[in-house]
Nanobody, 121 residues
Framework: QVQLVEPGGGLVQAGGSLRLSCAAS????????MGWYRQAPGKQRELVAA???????NYADSVEGRFTIPRDNAKNTVYMQMNSLKPEDMGVYYC???????????????WGQGTQVTVSS
């Protein structure tokens, strides 16, 4: 069994910072991409940032220069440092990992339970 656990989130004022973390645990053989998606009320889930196992990153235009997505491969953990937060950054943030379980072939998508980020103006 594999789990993605993402504590963190919370309420922050506009212009403030917040750090999210997501740890993958369980019977994991390897992890390819990890990333963060956001879903605002009434909108579809969208990619915010992603990072490959080799460290190559991809950011949504709306967060480029404000968010970073460091990753600790030894801990199967991905973070997201969010700076200069804006009200439009508000939503439920979901951690994602493309991983291969032990004794299984092929990679599968796994999701965290989601964490709420609220930005007050």
């Amino acid at each position: 069994q594999v789990q993605l656990v993402e504590p963190g989130g919370g309420l922050v004022q506009a212009g403030g910072s917040l750090r999210l973390s997501c740890a993958a645990s369980g019977s994991i053989f390897s992890i390819n991409d990890m990333g963060w998606y956001r879903q605002a009320p009434g909108k579809q889930r969208e990619l915010v940032a992603a990072i490959t196992s080799g460290g190559r990153t991809n950011y949504a235009d709306s967060v480029e220069g404000r968010f970073t997505i460091p990753r600790d491969n030894a801990k199967n953990t991905v973070y997201m440092q969010m700076n200069s937060l804006k009200p439009e950054d508000m939503g439920v943030y979901y951690c994602h990992a493309e991983l291969r379980r032990k004794f299984y072939s092929g990679y599968e998508d796994y999701w965290g339970q989601g964490t709420q980020v609220t930005v007050s103006s």
